[in-house]
């Protein structure tokens, strides 16, 4: 089964429509120079009515352990995700599972096998100023690449238009979407939410990996 995080949640209308949709997993951003950017006690509000088969993540961008871990605990994250340049030694301070964003190029250099395997590699564009949710896409050939040697979720740009082919081409064991069901940076389109699990489950067949 492929699993699908529906990124930079910041209203409860929306988290439920991403789940009436399918959603197994939706994120928080807390980094606070992020547009889709939520008060951990208003995320705290809506992680308290999601239902528990739901894994609420945090997204976090070069900020400390603690204070990782202390939104993580206020908020009730079920796992933590790293968007910045976060050193390997960061995950051993974290008691929650840990997804790492990557570039696509540093995966091909060496850098995927820096991080433990019980860490998730999520692969990304490369944008030093705004840390995902650019709606750009990476080379999916290349992530194919990458998701053959290691379980991987992909990002980047993803769109109910597009998701189909970046599934087929890519066959990650999951996918990350924000902008590309947005009507605006952290306000869902729940239209689009809707053809996004629509067009997967078309294809479902193929989105499921051993």
């Not at 939706?26 to 547009?35: A, D, E, H, Q, R």
């Not at 080379?139 to 690449?145: E, H, L």
């Not at 040697?149 to 087929?168: C, D, F, K, Q, S």
């Not at 306000?187 to 067009?199: C, G, M, P």
Request: proline content about 6%; overall charge neutral; charged content about 25%.
């Amino acid at each position: 089964m492929l699993l699908v995080k529906i990124c930079g949640i910041t209203r409860l209308e929306d988290a439920d429509a991403a789940i009436d949709a399918g959603a197994h997993a939706l994120g928080f951003v807390f980094w606070p120079k992020s547009p889709r950017f939520i008060d951990p006690y208003r995320a705290r509000e809506i992680v308290r009515a999601l239902p528990s088969f739901v894994t609420p993540v945090g997204v976090f961008v070069n900020q400390s352990p603690g204070e990782v871990s202390a939104i993580a605990s206020l908020v009730q994250l079920g796992a933590v995700q790293l968007h910045g340049d976060e050193p390997v030694a960061d995950v051993e301070a974290l008691r929650r599972p840990v997804i790492k964003a990557l570039t696509l190029a540093a995966a091909e250099n060496g850098r995927l096998d820096d991080w433990p395997k019980r860490v998730t590699v999520l692969i990304d564009v490369h944008d030093t100023e705004r840390r995902g949710g650019t709606g750009r896409t990476i080379d999916w050939t290349a992530a194919a690449s990458v998701a053959s040697r290691r379980r991987i979720v992909l990002a980047g740009g993803l769109t109910p238009e597009n998701v189909t082919a970046a599934v087929t081409v890519v066959r990650p064991f999951g996918i990350d979407v924000s902008s590309g069901v947005e009507r605006a940076p952290g306000v869902k389109d729940h239209a689009r939410i809707r053809t996004l699990f629509e067009n997967l489950h078309a294809i479902s067949h193929l989105t499921s990996r051993s």
